[in-house]
């Protein structure tokens, strides 16, 4: 298994420029998440999924939008980046094996510089 | 006040000491979580536990639910230990979809 995997591994955006982070998971995991990591910061949730279809917002979900078409897929699109958003990008999937607690599998990251 | 937080913040070590990081939440949870973060930025999962104590190799976790609080433990510890440890907690509401909360993590540095 490839386990969660991320593209690109780094990238440089200039202001009003648009992308999408790919990740995709080979787990059959239900459960999907965005986070972003700032320098001296705790890794702060974007958006999360906990199905094909399904979608909800995290704690940062500004200038941000997800889609989850597919188990596997779940890619992450930044609209007019800004300045701000220059971060680590973490895609995690977890596995429901206990309605009351879950281990999540990290992706390697994008680093994204918007200048 | 953070609902996670991590102590110290950074710790240097030399090799072989025995080393603890101490975490305290203020939410209700249905699991803690000890993650490991290396120099190269890769996360992996050391211990997800909801209560009493779990060990791995030279790792140890333990939690108190009652006092809200957990510390990881590293045994003989060696240079490749350096890396940052993060502390996350799982929110006990169910539809909140496991949704983790973290804390600021804690950077270790390991000397020969």
Request: overall charge positive; charged content about 15%.
């Amino acid at each position: 298994n490839a386990g969660v995997t991320q593209t690109p591994k780094f990238r440089i955006l200039k202001i009003g420029q648009s992308m999408t982070l790919q990740c995709a998971q080979d787990m059959n995991h239900n459960y999907m998440y965005w986070y972003r990591q700032d320098p001296g910061m705790g890794l702060k949730l974007i958006y999360y999924s906990v199905g094909a279809g399904i979608t909800d917002k995290g704690e940062v979900p500004n200038g941000y939008n997800v889609s989850r078409s597919t188990t596997e897929d779940f890619p992450l699109r930044l609209e007019l980046a800004a300045p701000s958003q220059t971060s680590v990008y973490f895609c995690a999937s977890s596995r429901v094996w206990d309605r009351s607690s879950y281990e999540q599998y990290f992706g390697p990251g994008t680093r994204l510089t918007v200048t | 006040k953070n609902e996670v937080e991590q102590s110290p913040q950074n710790l240097t070590a030399q090799e072989g000491e025995f080393i603890t990081i101490n975490c305290s939440y203020s939410v209700g949870i249905s699991a803690l979580h000890w993650l490991q973060q290396h120099p190269g930025g890769g996360i992996v999962s050391l211990f997800m536990l909801s209560s009493g104590k779990k060990k791995h190799g030279r790792l140890i976790a333990t939690i108190n639910i009652q006092e809200k609080h957990s510390s990881l433990h590293i045994t003989a510890s060696h240079p490749r230990d350096s890396a940052v440890y993060i502390c996350a907690v799982s929110l006990v509401i169910y539809n909140q979809g496991g949704k983790l909360i973290f804390g600021q993590g804690t950077e270790l540095s390991v000397k020969p």
